[in-house]
């Protein structure tokens, strides 16, 4: 789980970052969220199409429930 409450612009290396991570952990059978990520960073991740291999919870509350329920 990210916290992108703070973040306010990511470009194209922090976008591989978040990629190349959630490679890595369905590999090992996990997930990648990237929680309570502010709207142009959230219609910047759903236009590079990474909402379809991302969780995009809006709060951490939300990540943290997805995650006991894997459980």
């Known amino acids: ?5 703070q973040v306010s612009f990511i470009d194209s290396v922090g976008l591989a970052m978040l ?3 959630a ?8 997930s990648l ?3 309570c990520a502010p709207p142009k960073i959230r ?6 199409g990474l909402d379809r291999r991302i969780a995009l919870p809006r709060t951490l509350d939300e990540a ?6 894997r459980t």
């Open 19 to 21: 990629v190349g991570t």
């Open 64 to 69: 943290r429930e997805a995650l006991e329920a």
């Open 43 to 48: 219609q910047l991740l759903r236009l590079a």
């Open 1 to 5: 789980m990210v916290d992108f409450g």
């Open 33 to 35: 969220q990237v929680a």
């Open 23 to 30: 490679n890595r952990a369905a590999a090992h059978g996990s």
